[in-house]
């Protein structure tokens, strides 16, 4: 059974710094690609950023380009998510997301973790 | 790429036909997916190649479109069918989401 389980969430002062967890087990995880998505309280879904089977490749939403980091320790089947100069608006459920089901030429998001919060305020 | 939903809200009765629409800001041949939210909840994959059904996820759920309409049809909706649900286009980046149709019950 696929599981993927968040961590490292809480409360931020803004310009502050967090680091994200994402425990992954029941599947390869050196071969997904994997993703974060968050979900302000309330609001809709934005994807945020994701990374390739073996890091290589990383792509990140603008809002958070130059401010977040996202990692991975296949060894330790675990992904991150460096958070820096946290703003107000980075408050947000943040699910980590497997890339995993094949379909028309792409890998598509599949499996999604209950999510950490985080909360930025002074 | 920016994707609208319509409608933002709707209601309907336990048995109805419910259809909601997605339309890209350009064309993303058939790079789209269909998510359910249910309050409290992870999004659950329901729909991905714009038509292709998840596995597990009923047969009353079904997606239809490509190029910029994209249309996520209930062919009969059922209690647990109420929730919010999101597009998200697989096209380009960033991967953006509709803003969610939230399904309510009349």
């Known amino acids: 059974e696929v599981q993927l389980v968040e961590s490292g969430g809480g409360l931020v002062q803004p310009g502050g710094s967090l680091r994200l967890s994402c425990a992954a087990s029941g599947f390869s995880f050196s071969r997904d690609w994997m993703s974060w998505v968050r979900q302000a309280p309330g609001k809709g879904l934005e994807w945020v950023a994701n990374i390739k089977e073996d890091g290589s490749e990383k792509n990140f939403v603008d809002s958070v380009k130059d401010r977040f980091t996202i990692s991975r320790d296949n060894a330790k089947n675990s992904l991150y998510l460096q958070m820096n100069s946290l703003r107000v608006e980075d408050t947000a459920v943040y699910y980590c997301v497997r890339v995993g089901r094949w379909g028309s030429y792409r890998y598509w998001p599949d499996y999604w973790g209950q999510g950490t919060l985080v909360t930025v305020s002074s | 790429i920016q994707l609208t939903q319509s409608p933002s809200s709707l209601s309907a009765s336990v048995g109805d036909r419910v259809t909601i629409a997605c339309r890209a800001s350009q064309g993303i041949s058939n790079f789209l997916a269909w998510y359910q939210q249910k309050p409290g909840k992870a999004p659950n994959l329901l729909i991905y190649a714009a038509s292709t059904l998840e596995s597990g996820v009923p047969s009353r759920f079904s997606g239809s479109g490509s190029g910029t309409d994209f249309t996520l049809t209930i062919s009969s909706l059922q209690p647990e069918d109420f929730a919010t649900y999101y597009c998200?286009?697989?096209?380009?980046?960033?991967?953006?989401f509709g803003g969610g149709t939230k399904v309510e019950i009349k």
């Open positions: 998200q286009h697989l096209n380009s980046y960033p991967l953006t």
